[in-house]
C-alpha cells in the first residue's frame, strides 16, 4: 500500500508515503506499525467490523501512547467500540515535534481511510491539541475535534476549520503546566458551534475530574460523529 499525503504546518508542505503496514493482535486491539518514508508510526487500532466512523486520540510531549485523566483513551476506545466507532491510539515518532506530530495523525487518518472510514473525530492532550487542530485543518473529513489541557502554540488553525468541524475544549483550573488561558484563547478562535469547560482544582492530567471528563469527552464525540 502506498499514499502520498500533502498538507501544511504552517507554511511547511508536507509529504509523505505509507511503504507498508504490518499489523500483531494483542488482547484488546491490533498493534499497528506503519512504514513510511518518514519513519515507523505505532498505534493501537480498536476495529469495529464495517465501521464508517473513528476517532485517533494522541497524547502530549511523554510521547509512547500516553493519556490524560487516568487511562481516559483505553476507557474511552472500548466505550466507543461498543457503540460502533472505531478508534486508533497514535504514538509520536518525535513527541516535540509538532511538524513531524501532524504528520503521524495524518497517516493514521490514511490507514483508517483504507478501512474505508469516511467520517473522523480527533482528540489531543497537552502537545497533542496544537497537533490534532493542524490535522484537522489538512482534512476535512473532521467532524469534531476535542482537545484537553491545550498549548497554544500552534493552534491557530483553529480558526479555518470547516464550518462542520466542532471544537470541544476542556482544561484544569489548577493547571500549572499550561495555563487554562491556552484553551480559552483557542475558544475565542474558534467559530460556532464550540463548547469549552473548566475545571476547578483540576490540574495538567486531568486525573483529578477523569470520570466526568470520561463522560464528557463520551458523549460528545458520540453525538458529533452520529
Same mark, same amino acid.
Given at each position: 500500500?502506498?499514499?502520498?499525503?500533502?498538507?501544511?504546518?504552517?507554511?511547511?508542505?508536507?509529504?509523505?508515503?505509507?511503504?507498508?503496514?504490518?499489523?500483531? &493482535? +494483542?488482547?484488546?486491539?491490533? %498493534?499497528?506499525?506503519?512504514?513510511? #518514508?518518514?519513519? !515507523? /508510526?505505532?498505534?493501537? =487500532?480498536?476495529?469495529?467490523?464495517?465501521?464508517?466512523?473513528?476517532?485517533?486520540?494522541?497524547?502530549?510531549?511523554?510521547?509512547?501512547?500516553?493519556?490524560?485523566?487516568?487511562?481516559?483513551? &483505553? +476507557?474511552?476506545?472500548?466505550? %466507543?467500540?461498543?457503540?460502533?466507532? #472505531?478508534?486508533? !491510539? /497514535?504514538?509520536?515518532? =518525535?513527541?516535540?515535534?509538532?511538524?513531524?506530530?501532524?504528520?503521524?495523525?495524518?497517516?493514521?487518518?490514511?490507514?483508517?481511510?483504507?478501512?474505508?472510514?469516511?467520517?473522523?473525530?480527533?482528540?489531543?492532550?497537552?502537545?497533542?491539541?496544537?497537533?490534532?487542530?493542524?490535522?484537522?485543518?489538512?482534512?476535512?473529513?473532521?467532524?469534531?475535534?476535542?482537545?484537553?489541557?491545550?498549548?497554544?502554540?500552534?493552534?491557530?488553525?483553529?480558526?479555518?476549520?470547516?464550518?462542520?468541524?466542532?471544537?470541544?475544549?476542556?482544561?484544569?483550573?489548577?493547571?500549572?503546566?499550561?495555563?487554562?488561558?491556552?484553551?480559552?484563547?483557542?475558544?475565542?478562535?474558534?467559530?460556532?458551534?464550540?463548547?469549552?469547560?473548566?475545571?476547578?482544582?483540576?490540574?495538567?492530567?486531568?486525573?483529578?475530574?477523569?470520570?466526568?471528563?470520561?463522560?464528557?469527552?463520551?458523549?460528545?464525540?458520540?453525538?458529533?460523529?452520529?
Amino acid at each position: 500500500m502506498q499514499v502520498i499525503k500533502k498538507g501544511k504546518v504552517g507554511e511547511e508542505p508536507l509529504e509523505v508515503a505509507i511503504l507498508d503496514i504490518n499489523t500483531e &493482535p +494483542r488482547d484488546s486491539f491490533e %498493534l499497528i506499525r506503519i512504514d513510511t #518514508s518518514r519513519g !515507523r /508510526v505505532n498505534c493501537h =487500532y480498536y476495529r469495529v467490523e464495517k465501521a464508517d466512523k473513528g476517532v485517533i486520540m494522541v497524547g502530549g510531549i511523554g510521547g509512547d501512547f500516553d493519556t490524560p485523566a487516568e487511562g481516559l483513551y &483505553p +476507557r474511552l476506545c472500548a466505550d %466507543l467500540k461498543e457503540n460502533g466507532i #472505531s478508534s486508533l !491510539r /497514535v504514538s509520536f515518532r =518525535y513527541p516535540t515535534d509538532l511538524t513531524e506530530a501532524v504528520v503521524d495523525v495524518l497517516i493514521g487518518l490514511e490507514f483508517l481511510k483504507a478501512e474505508d472510514i469516511r467520517v473522523f473525530g480527533l482528540i489531543g492532550h497537552s502537545f497533542g491539541g496544537a497537533v490534532v487542530v493542524q490535522a484537522a485543518f489538512n482534512e476535512e473529513s473532521v467532524k469534531t475535534v476535542v482537545t484537553l489541557a491545550t498549548q497554544s502554540y500552534g493552534i491557530g488553525p483553529i480558526s479555518l476549520l470547516p464550518k462542520s468541524t466542532f471544537v470541544l475544549l476542556i482544561h484544569g483550573e489548577a493547571d500549572e503546566t499550561l495555563p487554562p488561558s491556552s484553551s480559552v484563547y483557542a475558544y475565542n478562535l474558534a467559530h460556532e458551534p464550540k463548547k469549552i469547560n473548566t475545571y476547578e482544582n483540576a490540574e495538567h492530567g486531568l486525573k483529578e475530574v477523569s470520570d466526568k471528563v470520561y463522560g464528557e469527552v463520551r458523549d460528545w464525540i458520540i453525538e458529533n460523529l452520529r
